[in-house]
């Protein structure tokens, strides 16, 4: 799926202050776990850092991630749903609560993880926005494999918002994954896609995970 084109309107999610009229690059460098707790930080096209990740090595929490913004500000708190209920369910399910002004938690969007991370195709992680009511009972979805640096992030109408990939002389040179990059698509709130991913790195056991 193409990812260029013109401005779209912005679509806040966390917030309008994450939405550019342009398309933007960032380059996601995962923390080393033994060092720093592991999780990630996403720069961009001039080194600074705009997104840090804390995963449960730095919290001390499993199933508990947290999104920052480049200052380190808490954006987005996100739970993975447990305890018998996620027992007795078919897909693990993963809450998102962005902050308000006076520090108060609100859901902003739901994520099932698949049955079986094993597999490469046919697996499906969907995410629902909790203000949106649309016909579906889901708003985007991840096709590829996460693991390969080869995945993107599809709305319900088909339209990829985000592309996850690794530059093939950067994969060559360093023969890991620790670098990546993420293509963002006019008006799609980073920050929002920046959970989303935080939360595949969990599902898929790497930096975020203890």
């Known amino acids: ?3 260029g084109g013109k401005a779209t309107n912005a679509m806040p999610i966390i917030s309008k202050l994450f939405c550019s009229s342009s398309q933007v690059v960032l380059v996601v460098r995962r923390r080393p776990r033994v060092i720093n ?4 930080v996403v720069t961009d096209s001039s080194q600074t850092v705009v997104f840090k990740v804390d995963g449960c090595g730095v919290l001390g929490t499993k199933g508990e991630l947290i999104v920052r913004d480049g200052d380190g500000g808490a954006l987005l708190l996100i739970r993975r749903k447990g305890g018998v209920v996620q027992a007795l369910s078919i897909h693990g399910q993963w809450k998102g609560y962005s902050f308000d002004y006076e520090g108060l938690q609100k859901l902003v969007f739901s994520l099932k993880e698949p049955k079986s991370c094993l597999a490469r195709n046919n697996i499906t992680i969907r995410t629902s926005i909790e203000h949106n009511r649309g016909h579906k009972n889901w708003d985007f ?10 995945c ?10 985000a592309q996850v990939g690794v530059k ?7 023969g890991s994954k620790d670098l990546y990059h993420v293509v963002i698509k006019p008006g799609i709130d980073q920050a929002f896609v920046f959970g989303v991913i935080a939360v595949l790195d969990y599902i898929y056991g790497e930096s975020t995970r203890c």
Do not use: A, L, Q
């Open 1 to 3: 799926m193409e990812m």
């Open 37 to 40: 707790g592991g999780g990630f």
């Open 141 to 150: 979805e991840i096709n590829g494999y996460f693991p390969d640096r080869d």
């Open 152 to 161: 993107s992030i599809v709305d319900s109408k088909g339209n990829t918002v």
């Open 168 to 174: 093939k002389e950067v994969d060559e040179f360093m």
